[in-house]
């Protein structure tokens, strides 16, 4: 992670709404209709983001829709935007898809139905019967017991089973045509294996694969190697500078060729006492301040697509 910082070139995209792209892939018009409203945030504030070709849009719009998701989950598009951010990363159904770290499985409820009948999704994990009392373990072994309640869904999913940092053979050489690092890699360089997580990335992907990112978007003097990029501090607030996560990326041999701001958030100030944690939906503060963050609402993400050249 030495070496000066690279700064990218912003570029523009513009989006087209869920309920025209719905009826522009001939769906139903109950596919038209917009999908269950938050049930305790407050509607994002409004933001650009691209839907690219050649992504699958009529399959990732009916997977977004589908009844296998919870109205909790729901809940989170209007910041996690899934059906702009994965034609922004153009998915489709046909590709071999690596999903890191996919916590309790948001992402990959969609991912599944994506790429059941022609494509593969590929999701690591740590051991599930792992320690309890430890996050990941526990979900993961949630995510297992999910994935074996609904075998129609989740049958064709294969899980790679990774102890990190000492285990990360993710996939194998030139497999994967689109790996997914969504809001975890501030975890990655807390825990000082960021650079190894993406060369096995970078070895699993096959040459013009696609690398996307999104993560917690940091003040622009975050951009700095050091002050707010200490892998300590970022493990305490969650934030990262673009150009420093640009960076990172980029030293690992990755070439970035575009930038949205599908999921940015301009009313995250970025500065509060349990970091990004302090947002929903972890609300660590609990009720203190409870409607002032959910006022916030999510963190502010870049998301940045990259490709292995």
């Known amino acids: 992670m030495q070496g000066a910082l690279r700064s990218a070139p912003r570029r523009l995209d513009l989006a087209s709404p869920l309920s025209l792209l719905a009826c522009l892939a001939g769906l139903t018009l109950a596919a038209c209709a917009p999908l269950e409203p938050p049930v305790v945030m407050p509607a994002p504030p409004p933001g650009a983001g691209p839907v690219a070709a050649p992504a699958d849009n009529a399959a990732i719009l009916r997977a977004v829709a589908g009844d296998q998701r919870s109205a909790a989950n729901r809940a989170r598009d209007g910041y996690r935007h899934p059906v702009e951010t994965l034609s922004f990363f153009g998915l489709r159904g046909n590709m071999t898809v690596l999903e890191l770290w996919p916590g309790n499985g948001w992402y990959t409820e969609i991912l599944a139905p994506v790429l059941a009948d022609g494509g593969k999704l590929i999701i690591t994990s740590v051991d599930p019967d792992g320690p309890q009392d430890k996050g990941p373990s526990r979900a993961a072994r949630e995510l297992r017991d999910r994935m074996k309640a609904q075998p129609a869904l989740f049958g ?37 294996y960021a650079d190894k997580a993406l060369a096995s990335i970078f070895r699993a992907l096959k040459p013009g694969g696609t690398l996307g990112v999104v993560a917690h978007r940091g003040k622009p003097a975050g951009d700095k190697p050091e002050g707010e990029n200490d892998p ?32 940015a958030n301009p009313l995250d100030v970025k500065d509060y006492p349990e970091g990004v944690w302090t947002l929903p939906p972890a609300l660590r503060l609990k009720d203190k301040d409870r409607e002032k963050y959910l006022a916030i609402g999510e963190s502010d993400r870049m998301t940045l697509r990259f490709v292995k050249p």
Request: proline letters at 6%.
């Open 156 to 192: 064709k999913v294969q899980v790679s089973r990774i102890d990190p940092p000492a285990q990360m053979d993710f996939a194998p050489p030139d497999s994967v045509d689109l790996a997914l690092v969504i809001r975890i890699a501030h975890d990655w360089v807390r825990d000082g």
């Open 232 to 263: 300590k501090t970022i493990g305490k607030t969650g934030y990262m500078g673009e150009s420093y996560v640009i960076h990172i990326v980029e030293e690992a041999g990755f070439k970035l060729v575009n930038e949205s701001e599908i999921n």
